[in-house]
C-alpha cells in the first residue's frame, strides 16, 4: 500500500538507514515553490510526516541559509 501511494508522487529515491529503515525521497528541487508544491502532493497522498530539507555541498543546511544562497545566487 505504501509503495502504491509513493508512486503517484513520481520518481522516488530510497536510502537504507539501519537494518530495517529507509528514508525516501521525492525529487530534488530548485527552489522552494516547487519543494513546497511537491510537499503538498505528498502530504495528500498520505505522509503526513514528509518534509523538506535543503543540502549544499552534500550536507544538510537550514532552510534558511538554503533561501539566502538562492537569494543571494550562490
Known sequence: AE?????????I???AK????????AG???DIE???TQLEKAK???FSDAFIFATKDGRRISL???????KEGR
Request: hydrophobic residues 35%; charged residues 30%; glycine residues 8%.
Open 18 to 25: 539501519g537494518a530495517d529503515m529507509y528514508e525516501y525521497y
Open 13 to 15: 529515491d530510497k536510502q
Open 34 to 36: 516547487e519543494a513546497s
Open 28 to 30: 530534488t528541487y530548485i
Open 3 to 11: 509503495l502504491k501511494k509513493m508512486s503517484k508522487l513520481g520518481n
Open 44 to 46: 495528500i497522498a498520505g
Open 64 to 70: 534558511k541559509d538554503a533561501n539566502q544562497i538562492l
